[in-house]
């Protein structure tokens, strides 16, 4: 029983999102509830089932059928409608259960899931949901959300895209151009909730990191997306997933880069980094994600923590805040600009700052004051600094770092 | 081993199901028949085709004329077509005779893929 469980549970996530697309293809964008409850179905069906009956010798096509009698048996409902069209019913009819999983699909369906009509969070969530086959609890878990709330939002994103009327297609010609940079984004965001998520548990945002990435590397897959931006954002994701299992010390405790063991950098993630990145410099236009691989680059070609290249860090960040000056890009140069130029032009630049945006709310950027104070040994300042960092929002990893901190100032 | 194309032939007189239940039964006896042969190996793929006559060109003294298809008196269409794998004629008709569609009324034609 546990045995079978425990493989229906592993393979929902990775057929899931296959069959979602597959069927979102043979009955259009507008019936996503219903493919999903007919998934749903099919995953109940093979855990009352499998146990006695034993696993299917093809577990992927087992559910791809059972997900599509499930479709038709639903669609039954839709049949007694005057206005029910049976081309739906022909394609299930025809439909090759062994042809999921197809590239063109599952591009298909994230061009759908990140539409711009939906707000960004239920852009990421549907993508969750129906592209990566994650169900309400754990992206519940991700985003701090009840799963209530989470089902909510899912339910109005996808009364949306059935408004819409979408086709189920990779744009093409201008309005790839107009719709690429939306999913790009989306994919960012994914990244970076996964990534700098304040309160999320510590174990969804490596997951949500892993499906950026597979997503970010599907773009770069298809002639169609493989833009120099996607490659970057490959690049970028790529440099930074090749860190998680240094981020965190023995105790959960999150490290910083100048205190990671390198040796647990995943050489190999670093090594598709920088295939992406060769591939993204061959765009005619940088984007700002060119100059946030680049640093990520930069960093992950550095031996130690002291041997980084510095000067090329703080150059990149100029570039980058000239073309996004957002106050986060702004904190991030001015802390680049420390390490090149040194503590007291790091620290009046930050200086600087402390009006921009939402900043002083914002644990990093006092947490980076107090760090470059306590390198001036002006210590109670940076005492003072941390303090605030302590008091703004943080997840566990994150606190038990900086009460680290806190404490180095009074030593 | 050699491919054969099955070509659906059907009636438009044919009485269409009556109701959404019958109409989906219908449906679940074609998907039945297809997930079958798929497991028997024979399946290589399949598609409804519009229900019209469709269109025949044909070059007459230097100019293509266009008319609509060939059953376009008599009420015929061709409703989808299967391309199966299967050693010979007679097993590729021994597969076609399993179909529902010739419970439903409708007539198959079975033709040799030319192998190069």
Known sequence: MAESDALVGDLFRREAGKISAWLARLLGPSRLDLIEDAIQDAFGVAVARWPEDGVPERPPAWLAVAARNRALDRLKHEARSASFDETAVWRLGFSDPEETGRLDDTLALMFVACHPALAPDEQTMLTLKTVCGFGVKEIARAYLATPEAVTQRLVRAKRKISELGLRFEIPEGAALGERLPGLIAAIYLLFNGGYTTGEGEALMAGELCAEALRLATLLTEHRATATGEAQALAALIAFHHARAGARTGAAGEMLLLSEQDRSKWDRALIARGFAHLASAMSAEALSPLHLEAAIAATHAAAPSFDATDWPTVAHYYRFLEEMKPTPVVRLNAAIAAAYADGPAVGLARLDALADAGKLARYALYHAARGALLLRLDRRSEAAAAIDRALACPLNAPERAHLERRRRDCRA | ?116
């Not at chain 2, 042969?37 to 070059?59: C, F, M, P, S, V």
Request: hydrophobic share 30%; net charge neutral.
């Open chain 2, 1 to 116: 081993m050699p491919s054969f194309l099955l070509l659906l032939h059907g009636n438009v007189d044919q009485p269409k199901p009556s109701s959404p239940d019958e109409y989906m039964t219908m449906m679940k006896t074609y998907m039945a028949w297809t997930d079958r042969i798929r497991r028997e190996g024979h399946h290589q793929g399949g598609q409804k085709l519009t229900d019209d006559a469709g269109k025949i060109l044909r070059n007459s003294g230097g100019r293509v004329s266009i008319t609509d298809g060939p059953y376009a008196e008599s009420k015929e269409v061709l409703g989808g077509y299967y391309l199966i794998s299967a050693r010979d004629y007679e097993e590729a008709c021994k597969v076609a005779a399993t179909s529902p569609h010739l419970g439903f009324g409708g007539r198959i034609e079975v033709r040799q893929i030319h192998e190069l």
